[in-house]
């Protein structure tokens, strides 16, 4: 493909015609000419995140909306609208680019959110896809509280969810090798799994005084990040950190740490009453744990077969050590 920005014949036939505004906050949505959109929130909080996908090569679409989404509901607040900027190696070819697009607009209908605008290029600058999305939400005003010692950290799903997905996807001979079919064929599905917007939904009518998306860093990351942004400290049982057999397969024959492995799909909450906060969670088929709780010693523990370890501030994800 030429350097510069796909034409206005090209996107009005891989992507305006195929979009259908869902939202009534949405006044002015993507098209040709518009350099701009338009949201109404009326009296309600308007949240705004942006995110880039610059670690994995396969699934990128659906990855660029559903972390984008999951930071707005790390808010407590429900997505409604998306602007999503594509770079485009000058290799692709157009059925590459519009893949990815049915990609995101598949994921953003799931999500019922709306693409209401964004930025095509293909340029010479990148070697791969590059997607970076940003994501507006609506958050109704709700009591807040504040975390405090003794309250306790829960997790959703499973750590690794999302690094585990990337390898099987873009690792896929190497992966089949240390996976039986049936555990590749699941842990590709996982890529499916990386959306947090019910369990930030799922919050608000609880006792919740934070929550964090474990993206890059992974489980102890996000603990040690929510622990420090909370000027305390906390203990973690390792034991009760939900993850997969397949994870740990992987983790295994990499090398690496799976609970300092990028997490998209897991959701990590300060409550002060987790057992009503995993009930409800576990009626909506979504898996939680009660993983640890918090101190006022500022250190950062994890616990392991009764060994206390001090848990480090987060490096570089796991996930570069397998992914050049």
């Given at each position: 493909m030429k350097n510069g920005k796909l034409s206005n014949e090209?996107?009005?036939?891989?992507?305006?015609?195929?979009?259908?505004?869902?939202?009534?906050?949405?006044?002015?949505?993507?098209?040709?000419?518009?350099?701009?959109?338009?949201?109404?929130?009326?009296?309600?909080?308007?949240?705004?995140?942006?995110?880039?996908?610059?670690?994995?090569?396969?699934?990128?679409?659906?990855?660029?909306?559903?972390?984008?989404?999951?930071?707005?509901?790390?808010?407590?607040?429900?997505?409604?609208?998306?602007?999503?900027?594509?770079?485009?190696?000058?290799?692709?070819?157009?059925?590459?680019?519009?893949?990815?697009?049915?990609?995101?607009?598949?994921?953003?209908?799931?999500?019922?959110?709306?693409?209401?605008?964004?930025?095509?290029?293909?340029?010479?600058?990148?070697?791969?896809?590059?997607?970076?999305?940003?994501?507006?939400?609506?958050?109704?005003?709700r009591k807040e509280f504040l975390p405090s010692a003794g309250d306790k950290v829960v997790m959703s799903k499973y750590a690794g969810l999302e690094g585990s997905a990337i390898a099987a996807l873009d690792l896929e001979e190497e992966v089949k090798n240390i996976l039986t079919k049936e555990e590749f064929e699941k842990t590709r599905e996982l890529i499916n799994h990386t959306n947090v917007i019910k369990e930030g939904l799922i919050a608000r009518n609880h006792e919740v005084s934070l929550l964090h998306d474990a993206t890059e860093g992974g489980i102890f990351g996000g603990v040690w990040e929510m622990a420090t942004n909370s000027n305390l400290g906390a203990v973690?049982?390792?034991?009760?950190?939900?993850?997969?057999?397949?994870?740990?397969?992987?983790?295994?024959?990499?090398?690496?740490?799976?609970?300092?492995?990028?997490s998209s799909g897991v959701m990590l909450f300060i409550t002060k009453n987790d057992k009503e906060l995993i009930n409800s969670l576990k009626k909506e088929n979504i898996p939680a744990s009660t993983i640890g709780y918090l101190t006022e010693e500022k250190e950062i523990y994890t616990i392991k077969n009764n060994k206390k370890e001090i848990l480090s501030p987060p490096e570089q994800d796991e996930l570069y050590k397998i992914i050049k």
């Amino acid at each position: 493909m030429k350097n510069g920005k796909l034409s206005n014949e090209t996107l009005e036939k891989i992507l305006f015609n195929k979009i259908k505004i869902k939202n009534k906050e949405v006044k002015i949505g993507a098209g040709i000419g518009k350099d701009t959109a338009m949201l109404d929130f009326q009296n309600d909080l308007f949240i705004i995140s942006t995110d880039p996908i610059t670690g994995s090569k396969n699934g990128i679409g659906k990855l660029c909306v559903n972390i984008s989404c999951n930071d707005i509901a790390t808010a407590m607040a429900r997505p409604v609208a998306m602007m999503i900027t594509m770079l485009i190696p000058t290799y692709a070819k157009i059925k590459d680019v519009e893949e990815i697009i049915d990609d995101i607009l598949l994921t953003c209908d799931e999500n019922n959110v709306d693409l209401i605008g964004g930025h095509t290029e293909v340029t010479s600058s990148v070697n791969k896809f590059i997607l970076s999305g940003v994501c507006i939400g609506r958050k109704e005003k709700r009591k807040e509280f504040l975390p405090s010692a003794g309250d306790k950290v829960v997790m959703s799903k499973y750590a690794g969810l999302e690094g585990s997905a990337i390898a099987a996807l873009d690792l896929e001979e190497e992966v089949k090798n240390i996976l039986t079919k049936e555990e590749f064929e699941k842990t590709r599905e996982l890529i499916n799994h990386t959306n947090v917007i019910k369990e930030g939904l799922i919050a608000r009518n609880h006792e919740v005084s934070l929550l964090h998306d474990a993206t890059e860093g992974g489980i102890f990351g996000g603990v040690w990040e929510m622990a420090t942004n909370s000027n305390l400290g906390a203990v973690i049982n390792i034991d009760d950190i939900l993850i997969l057999d397949e994870t740990k397969k992987i983790a295994e024959h990499f090398g690496i740490d799976p609970y300092k492995l990028i997490s998209s799909g897991v959701m990590l909450f300060i409550t002060k009453n987790d057992k009503e906060l995993i009930n409800s969670l576990k009626k909506e088929n979504i898996p939680a744990s009660t993983i640890g709780y918090l101190t006022e010693e500022k250190e950062i523990y994890t616990i392991k077969n009764n060994k206390k370890e001090i848990l480090s501030p987060p490096e570089q994800d796991e996930l570069y050590k397998i992914i050049k």
